[in-house]
């Protein structure tokens, strides 16, 4: 383990990185994963929304799996669509071995005790009459947990997120809570079924800058001490990069660049993550307003998406096989891979 300091959102912070270790079992296997939403016009279907269109990728045990993008690019549908609260098109999620993409009934039960989720906005993820201890009574009730140990796990999950003493939080209702402190509560409820996975979708981009930092350290311990994989979703290469192990790159419905944290962001390889970080703010008051060279054009609309690669209609290195054929997935270093013609051999 090493430990960086880097400043963000103007605070110094420490950061413990764990090196991307190849002997880490997989726990989670998406392959040719499709979630297309139906249009409708009167009572037919007209056409799909294709959010996610052929997902491949892994998830270690105990790694933070990045998954970037710009909005509407897929990535709630994507993490929602794991989670199984969004049924699949198409494809395979193999979890710890087994194909969870259709199960029902009990099987599903399980799967919800075993993975869990923090949303973007807390409120709208609250029951707005619930106070805090019936919101983190209630996933242990439904799964059978005896009152008495439901009991000591409230107060134990309140801990644990900082939210102390823990008596002074049990009878708030969501309203009464900052949004910080709202989302220490929809931390403590993912983490409260002991879950294997966690999809954290935009976890702190509805927060005040000032805490957005202090929450995703106190996530990152969380993590670390229950050995809980994740997926952190976000639009905002900045905190991806030192919160992630590996990052994944959306684009369209497609993932086009997926490599280690530190390799992606130093060494990326596709046109369209080079400009995401070409884009990122530059801390710096001085360069606030300095004029970026950035793609042309909008993201293509998901229900009429280009033929080839979707980034074509944008792409300064376009050829004429992007605008007719979908590129593969290219492996271009160790554990680094490219959805991009450039990288195929010649
Ligand atoms: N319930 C829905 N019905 C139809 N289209 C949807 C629905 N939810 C999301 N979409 C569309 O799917 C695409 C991906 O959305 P989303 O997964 O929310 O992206 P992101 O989280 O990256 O912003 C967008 O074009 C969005 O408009
Ligand atoms: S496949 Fe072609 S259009 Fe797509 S990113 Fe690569 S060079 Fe650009
Ligand atoms: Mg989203």
């Given at each position: 383990m090493l430990a960086l300091h880097r400043k963000i959102g103007g605070m110094v912070v420490k950061i413990s990185k764990t090196f991307i270790n190849d002997d880490r079992e997989n726990l989670l296997e998406v392959k040719g994963l499709r979630i297309w939403y139906p249009i409708r016009k009167f009572l037919s279907i007209v056409g799909y929304v294709k959010a996610v269109d052929g997902v491949s990728f892994s998830v270690k045990k105990g790694e933070i799996f990045g998954v970037v993008g710009e909005s509407g690019c897929g990535k709630t549908t994507l993490g929602k669509g794991i989670l199984r609260l969004l049924k699949p098109t198409s494809g395979h999620i193999y979890f710890e071995g087994k194909d969870v993409a259709r199960i029902k009934g009990k099987k599903l039960k399980w799967y919800r005790r075993v993975t869990g989720i923090v949303q973007q906005d807390p409120y709208g993820a609250m029951?707005?009459?619930?106070p805090v201890k019936t919101i983190l009574e209630e996933p242990l009730k439904i799964h059978g947990v005896s009152k008495e140990e439901r009991k000591e796990r409230v107060i134990k999950a309140l801990e644990e997120v900082k939210l102390t003493p823990p008596e002074d939080f049990l009878n708030k209702y969501p309203h009464m809570l900052s949004g910080g402190q709202l989302q220490r509560v929809a931390i403590a409820r993912a983490f409260i079924l002991k879950p294997k996975l966690v999809v954290a979708d935009e976890?702190?981009?509805?927060?005040d800058a000032s805490v957005r930092v202090e929450t995703l350290m106190l996530f990152k311990e969380l993590q670390k001490k229950h050995k809980v994989s994740v997926i952190y979703i976000t639009h905002d290469f900045s905190t991806s990069k030192y919160f992630s192990d590996r990052i994944s790159v959306m684009y369209a419905g497609h993932i086009v660049e997926l490599g280690p944290a530190r390799k992606v962001m130093s060494d990326s390889k596709h046109p369209y993550t080079s400009h995401l970080i070409k884009v990122i703010p530059d801390p710096d008051p001085k360069n606030r307003f300095v004029f970026k060279e950035t793609l042309p054009g909008e993201p293509p609309s998901l229900a009429n998406p280009p033929p080839g690669c979707r980034l074509s209609p944008r792409c300064p290195y376009v050829m004429n096989i992007c605008k007719e054929k979908e590129p593969p997935m290219i492996r271009v270093s160790q554990e680094q891979y490219v959805k991009c013609w450039l990288y195929a051999r010649k």
């Open positions: 029951p707005p009459f619930m976890p702190v981009s509805m927060l």
